[in-house]
Structures are given as C-alpha cells and as structure tokens.
C-alpha cells in the first residue's frame, strides 16, 4: 500500500473537483437567481480540502499499484458523496438535512436519480442546474475524466481506470495510452451530450432544460427539473429522443469509439453484446406495448407504444425518466419493470445494472451445461463473437453474481429490519443497487418519506452499484489490508 | 510514434517498457500468450493485442494501418520475416525492425530489402553480444565498452581497483598523470548511488567509473584506474551454443580458446569449424572437469549457456576455482544485479545490448545512437547537431551555454576524424557528433528535443 501517494491522488482530484462548482455560479449570475453564494462557499471549502491533503505529499512520485487504485477509487467516490452535498447542505432552498444532502448528491454522482427534493420547480437554477451536472460527470465517471487530464497519474491510470469502469472484461485499451483512451470517451460522450441537447431544444424545450436533460439522459442518469419529470412536457418528440439519447447511453462507449474511428454503423450489429441489448429491448418494447393495449390501460395502440417504450428504455438503461409512470400499470409489469433494470445496459456504458454482457455469457454457460448433461465428455467452450471467453472471465461473472446477490439479499433485509414493506424493500434496493431511480411502493417518484436509516442504506447500494461491488466489498476484506 | 512490437518475451517486455516510457511513442504489444500480456499491461502504459503476430487480422487489430515502427520480435525467425512482409504489403509501415537470430540468413544481406524480404534492420541479438563480449576480453578490467562515431570515440565503464595510478586522487591530477592526452570522466558511481564527477572528487577503490576517450587513448587511462592486466591469454567458454561458439571464433586466432558443452552433439559441430579451439564435451559446473583444465590458470570465464542459473553457478564456482576473471549471461536484471561486482565480475545481459541497438534505431534522425549502462539506468546517447537556418538550441553554443537538463553531460564531440573531449568552452558547430551522458534516463527525451531539427519541432 503507498498511501501517500493515494493521499497525493485524492487531493489532487479534490482540487480538480472543486472546479466543477464554478459552473453553477456562472448559471445563479446568468439567471439572476442570486444563489452563487453556496457555491463559492463550497467552492472554497472543498479547493482548501484538496489543497490540504496534496501539499504534504505534492513531492510524492511513486506508481500505483493495482489495489492503490481500488483504494483510491473507493474513497475518492465516498469523498465525492461529502464534497457534493456541500452546496445542497449549505443552501436553504431546498433545505435539506444533512441524510438528504448525502443520499441527494450520491443519487446525482451514482446516475441513479432517486431525489428526496419535492417542489423541483421552485428551486434556483443554479441548484437545478448543479443536479443535472453532477449526474453528467457521474455518468462517464469523473475518475475517467481525472486520468484523462491529469498526466500525473501515469501508469497507474490504468489501475483506476479499471476500478471504475462497469464491465467483466476491461483489459481491452482503444488506444495504447490511457490517457488517450480516457480522453476518447469523455470526447465521445461530451459530443453525444451535446447533440442531444440541440435535439431536445429543437423539440421545444427551453436552452436551459435542453442542458439539463441532456446531462441527466446521455449518464443515464434520471434527474429531472421538473417534479413531473417528461411527462411535464408531454411531447412525442422529445420522448423520442430521449429514448434514442438513453438508449446510445446504455450501449457501450467503447464500441460507439470503434464505429466513429471506422466509420461503419455497422460495427455496432457485429458487436455481440449491442445486438442481446437491442433484441431485448425490442422485445419488451413489444410485449409491454400489447400487453398494456390489450388490458386497456391506454385507449390506442400508438400511445401505448409511446409510453412502453419510453418507460421500457428508461428503465432498462437504468435511467429512470418517467412519463405515465409503471407502478399502476397492470398484472407483472410493474415488477417485471424492476427485474429488467438487473440486466440494464452494456459493459462500459453510463447505466448500471449488471450490464448484458454477464446475462449472455452465463445464459450461454447455462446451455453449455444442459450439452454436457447429453455429452459429458465434450469439450465446449463459450464463445461471444467467435472467440472463445477465458475460463477466468467466466469465473469472474460467476463470483460477481454470487457477490451482488449476497450484497442485494443484505441490504435488503436491512431495509425490511427499519421498518419498509417487502415492495418497497426490493424495489429501492434494486433501483439503488442498478442505478436507476424510480421504486415501488413508498418510493415510486421520491425517497423523501423513508427514515433516514433508509436513506443510508440507499446511498450506500447506489455506491457499491455504481463501483459495480467488488471495488468496494475488497475494502471490507481482511486480505486487501494484509501487507 | 506508433510502435507495434510482436512478440512479448524477454527483449520484446524491455523494448515495451522502454520505449513506453517517452511520452510521445504509443506501443502495441502483439504476443499468442494471454497471461503474459495481461502482465504486461498491469504494469505499463501499453495496448496489447493477443493473437498471431503474422496474421493480418491481428496486425490490423494491433493498428497496423497508421503504426511508423514495427518490431518483430518473437522467437521465430520466419514469423518476424513474414510479419514484417505483410505489414509492408499491407500497411506500407515505413520501418520494420525484425529480429533474426539463424546465421544463415544474416549472411545474405540481399535478402533484406524492400524488393525482397522488406526488413530494414536485422537484428541478431547472437551477434551483438558476442561483439560486446569480445569487446569486454579485449580490454581487460573494462565492465563496459562502447562505441561511438564509428569506433573513434569509446565509452569505457570500469571499476577502480587498488593499484590504479589515480585510486585515492582527486580528479584533477589525473592531467598530470596522463599529460597531452584527453579524457573525460563522465559519471562515477559509489555504491551503486550516482556521484557528480569535478576536480575534487576522489576516487575511491570499487568506485564505477565511466569514462569517455578516444580509441588510442583508452588503455592510458584504463591504468589510471586499475593496476595493468597482462593481455588476456587463457579463455574459457562455457556453451557451445550460438554466442559461445562465434566468441571461440573471434578469439581463437588470438588466445588460446577452450569451449565446453554438456551436448556432444553440440561440441562436434564446434569442433568441426573451430581450428585453434579446444573443445570438450562435460558439464561447466563440474569441479573436476574445471580443474582438469587449469581453471586457476585462466584469464577470462565465460559462462553463455541458455540457463542462466547455471551461467551463474558456473561462473561462480570458476571464481571460487581461481579464475581470474568471470563474466555469466544472465537475463534477468535484478539477478544481473545482485551479481554484479560480487561473486561475478560482469553480468551480460543480452536484453540491454539488444535494446540499445533497437533504440539507436527507433530514435529517429539526430539521435544516432543510445546505450543503456548499468542496465538502464543511465544512458549513453550520440547526436548529430543539424543547420535548419533557424535558432538551433545547440549549434554554435558554448557547452555552458546549452540549458542542458539535470545529470546530463556533454563528454565529447566528433567533428570530421577528430575526435574533441569536451570542455565547457567548447563551441558546437554544425554537423558535430555530439556525445552525451545521462545519469537519468528520464531526460532522453529532452535531450532528443534538443537536437531536433527546427522543422520538427
């Protein structure tokens, strides 16, 4: 363990970090909302925490290791959850307590999108604002973007890369930096941004909401600035293409590299994974769209395409828009609704969840097996896109789904222990755990009427989900301490 | 500079890490071995790409297209050759670097060509170290000798002995010992720590001295250091393998040579080239054998068998055994370290020789050549000073005027056939040779920058 260096680290991205408070300040002095006050303050106080950690050990040169980087990423993650409630702590409007600033700011880092605030329309811009960017720089993982700027890291880039990144196989590098790499996506990612918001303010929303959920769209993120999320502006085209933007977000960043470097939209149906998460979708789409016609919750075929396939990708992509709401939609839906978010996206998106590409590769493990039971002595590998999958990736999968649902069943009991209907219970977890936002139960559209002790848990699933586990489990484990 | 290496053994890791480490050179490592390359990749800046190093498909995977520098590297002669072909085919990479060990194939330079086999250079790691080894016999005492400009100016590393005329002087004397010549003390190290060389210093007995000189002048100054070694007479070569047999080659007109080899097959084949050479099929570590041929008489042991283990046991029981001098082919750096200077007097590490002779050619234009001394540490580097017509950071400068970066010394200037120690009102013109030392090897880069012409800048 080199803590120093991890200290060195940890202060130089808390400076990096303070930064992002100055935007808000420029959108409170353009609006005239007159709220850039918590900001500076914030500003300040998060600047001199980093200032205090990295001038001790600024002189500190030496490369991280491997679990330097798990330690680095975990802490500067829970470093994150404090240092963003700053200003939602400080303000009065809204004037949370020191459970909802946290729980708050670790749903906007997380990409999940669960809030505790009601009456959204009513805050300052600079605070709407500062939701919809911290949710942005969570989507891409703002430890990517450090790597990305700070040269410092050097080698041991790679290791923290790796500690944030979602994914079973992460080993494959788009360039041979990793700056360069890290640079790649968040260039990637900025620019679908950007494209995003130009749709939505062509559409008809407002410069400012345009911004605002394009942040919270392309990181899959959920935050909205409206209580009544899209359904306050009730427009086929902007769900629309809220629907294509989540659903680029859940895909993988690193293949939408590939198609933009070769130009060929048609790397994206070669890609294994892209083609499960497009079939699935379609599917559900499909499904959900009859089911609910069928039973009459919509009076046309076409709004109930509308409203199925907004509410399938959001959920899906762990996003967590809603228009009509699922939670009263009839027979399984509403819990099927839930389970799909365990699915989520693709490996190295901005959703949660336990990405497509573990589902596929146990899924064909499973059929390897029933094989075996026919032919015992058959050699059968598992193979994505032709290639055989290494046994060792394949183990890994196994272990992070006994992992997530030791971790899923705990925090659930937890749950049920303070006082939370088994609904309620599941659901926040599994919209915790997967990054999402929107529950059942109690905690269909806000977290506010949950008890605090709750809210801890939430916040801490939405932590251990985003870290994908294990990256904050092996803090726990006695082996990773060991020298 | 997109640089692809196929091949992630040995030489291959080190180029990989070596030329990973300037900031400016994105490397793509290309191996069959998974495990291997997940290694790798923990512990450097690097991509890697598995798969067959000649295939097309995996060469394009590891950015073929666009790559300004491949460098075969894997065991096969013929997977380097054909590697470099198809990237030539394909891609039109402007250089290809291959390694090519089998004797046979170095022996028809006109099969390397962009007509034929598209290599521009043909490394043969065998020979390299047979030359750097000879080099070592010839001079005796030397650690490491190097050559720049053509052989005109050496770079000598050796350690001080107790005897040697300058052992417990300040530098500055060494002008009265040795009048009229010229000869730069480059870097001294004590106890493996980096000491900066000035008229004060004194040098101590085990101190690492590196020295710059020209050709003729170097033997003067070798006595400075260590008492005067009679030439070597007696070698002893353990492994009849490639290296060890060329070496019995290039010695055996000069000293009187024995080879050993475990392999009987190995020693006929020797035996049926070799004229002078005496060769004996047995084990090099066998005390008997080594005393049956009058180890405690030789001057020079010299352990180059493919296991390095045994290089090292050997050599040291050969010590233990009376010989004078040891020398073992070890691999890995760190055992290279720990042997070095204790139970063994020099440790050859194939891999630093290779590298530098790579480096020397991935390091485009102005810098001609690098070496890396003790092992990597510390670089020696030649430049070529170029007119561009625009305010060139060097040319025309007094060397105390050049911003040079910290540990980095100017030791000598070639201009023409003559050959300039460096003072620090020496003015560098246009066209000067220029060789440097660098006590850390972080700064190549800089130095590189340096004599970059203006264009490129």
């Known amino acids: 363990m080199n803590l120093p260096m991890v200290q060195r680290i940890l202060g130089l991205m808390l400076l990096m970090f303070s930064l992002t408070m100055l935007p808000p300040i420029g959108v409170a002095l353009a609006f005239g909302d007159g709220h850039w006050q918590p900001f500076l303050d914030s500003f300040l106080i998060v600047a001199a ?17 491997l679990r330097d980087g798990f330690l680095v990423v975990a802490v500067f993650w829970i470093c994150l959850g404090l240092a963003g409630a700053t200003p939602l702590l400080i303000t009065d409007r809204p004037d949370l307590d020191f459970t909802d600033a946290i729980f708050e700011a670790v749903s906007g880092f997380t990409t999940t999108g669960a809030t505790v605030i009601v009456g959204l329309d009513d805050l300052p811009k600079s605070i709407l ?17 450090a790597v990305a700027l700070l040269p410092v890291l050097g080698i041991g880039g790679m290791s923290l890369y790796k500690a944030e990144t979602p994914g079973p196989m992460k080993d494959q590098k788009l360039t041979p930096r990793i700056t360069q790499t890290a640079k790649a996506l968040w260039t990637i990612y900025a620019l679908m941004t950007a494209a995003c918001a130009l749709g939505y303010y062509l559409a008809g929303m407002s410069g400012f909401d345009a911004v605002g959920h394009a942040f919270s769209t392309m990181s899959t993120g959920g935050f909205s600035t409206h209580d009544a999320s899209f359904a306050y502006f009730d427009s086929p085209a902007i769900e629309v293409i809220a629907t294509v933007f989540m659903f680029i977000g859940g895909a993988s960043f690193a293949l939408h590299f590939l198609v933009i470097r070769q130009r060929d939209l048609y790397a994206y149906w070669r890609d294994t994974e892209f083609r499960a998460y497009f079939r699935l979708v379609a599917i559900v789409i499909a499904g ?109 999968i196994a272990g992070f789904f006994a992992m997530y649902f030791v971790v899923f069943a705990v925090l659930m009991f937890l749950l049920m222990m303070f006082g939370l209907d088994q609904v309620t219970a599941w659901s926040a977890i599994a919209t915790s755990l997967n990054n999402v936002g929107p529950g059942l139960g109690d905690v269909i559209i806000t977290f506010r009427d949950v008890p605090d002790s709750a809210k801890w848990v939430c916040a801490i699933a ?4 985003r870290l994908e586990i294990f990256t904050l489990v092996l803090l726990l484990t006695p082996a990773f301490w060991r020298r | ?34 495990e291997i390359l997940r290694d790798l990749q923990d512990r450097l800046d690097i991509r890697t790409v598995s798969g067959n190093a000649a295939h097309p498909a995996v060469l394009e ?47 028809r330079p006109e099969l390397f060509g962009d007509t034929a086999i598209p290599v521009d250079l043909a490394i043969s790691p065998e020979q390299l170290v047979t030359d750097y080894v000879e080099r070592l016999i010839r001079y005796p005492g030397a650690l490491q000798v190097l050559d720049f400009a053509d052989g005109r100016v050496r770079l000598v590393g050796m350690r001080a002995l107790k005897g040697g005329k300058l052992v417990g002087h300040q530098l500055r004397e060494l002008r009265a010992h040795i009048p009229n010549r010229d000869v730069r003390v480059a870097a001294i190290y004590r106890d493996g720590q980096n000491v900066k060389p000035d008229g004060d210093t004194v040098i101590a007995e085990h101190d690492e001295v590196f020295f710059i000189a020209a050709r003729d002048d170097m033997r003067t100054m070798m006595k400075e250091l260590i008492t005067e070694e009679a030439p070597v007479r007696r070698v002893v070569i353990a492994g009849a393998g490639n290296i060890g047999y060329r070496l019995a080659r290039a010695l055996e007109d000069r000293a009187q040579v024995k080879l050993i080899d475990r392999s009987a097959e190995r020693t006929r084949r020797a035996a049926e080239t070799l004229r002078n050479t005496l060769v004996l099929t047995g084990d090099a570590a066998d005390e008997e054998l080594l005393l049956e041929e009058n180890i405690d008489d030789t001057d020079v042991f010299v352990a180059l068998t493919n296991a390095e283990e045994i290089n090292i046991l050997s050599a040291m029981l050969a010590k233990r055994l009376g010989a004078r001098r040891v020398m ?10 720990l042997m070095e200077g204790g139970k063994i007097d020099i440790a050859i590490s194939p891999q630093t020789i290779t590298i530098g002779a790579l480096l020397s050619h991935v390091r485009r234009g102005d810098v001609v050549r690098v070496h890396s001394l003790r092992r990597g540490a510390a670089e020696a580097m030649e430049a070529i000073v170029h007119a561009d017509g625009r305010n060139s950071p060097v040319a025309g400068k007094r060397i105390d005027q050049i911003g040079l970066p910290e540990g980095t010394t100017i030791g000598a200037i070639v201009r023409g056939e003559e050959a300039i120690m460096a003072h620090h009102d020496t003015v560098i013109e246009v066209d000067d040779h220029v060789i440097l030392f660098l006590t850390d090897r972080r700064h190549v880069e800089d130095v590189g920058r340096l004599f970059q012409a203006g264009t490129r800048a």
């Open chain 1, 49 to 65: 925490i980093g200032l205090l950690l990295w001038l001790p050990v600024r002189k500190v040169r030496r490369d991280l290791r």
């Open chain 1, 129 to 145: 604002y500062y939701r919809q960017q911290i949710q942005w720089l969570g989507g891409m993982g703002i430890i990517v973007l």
């Open chain 1, 288 to 396: 959900a769209s009859v089911y609910l016609w069928q039973q009459g919750e919509f009076d046309t075929f076409g709004s109930a395409l509308r409203h199925a396939s907004f509410q399938v990708v959001s959920m899906q992509t762990s996003t967590g828009f809603l228009t009509t709401g699922f939670a009263d939609w009839p027979g399984a839906l509403p819990a099927f609704m839930m389970l799909l978010t365990l699915v989520c996206g693709c490996a190295g998106s901005t959703a949660g969840g336990m990405k497509v590409i573990r589902w596929l590769i146990v899924f064909r493990q499973g059929v390897v097996e029933l094989k075996r039971l026919v032919h015992p002595s058959a050699e059968i590998p598992v193979k994505l896109a032709g290639r055989v999958v290494p046994q060792r990736v394949i183990s890994g």
């Open chain 1, 462 to 465: 939405m932590l251990v989900g």
């Open chain 2, 1 to 34: 500079m997109k640089i692809i290496i196929l091949g992630a053994g040995q030489v291959g890791s080190t180029a990989a890490q070596q030329l990973s480490r300037e900031q400016t050179n994105d490397v793509t490592v290309v191996d069959t071995r998974d």
């Open chain 2, 61 to 107: 995977a590891a950015g073929g297209n666009g790559a300004d520098l491949i460098v075969a590297l894997t065991n096969s002669d013929e997977v380097n050759m054909i590697a470099c072909q198809i990237a030539w085919t394909l891609f039109r990479t402007p250089t290809k670097i291959a390694r090519i060990r089998s004797g046979d194939y170095n022996q």
């Open chain 2, 328 to 337: 073992a082919l070890i691999n890995r750096p760190s055992y290279a370290e």
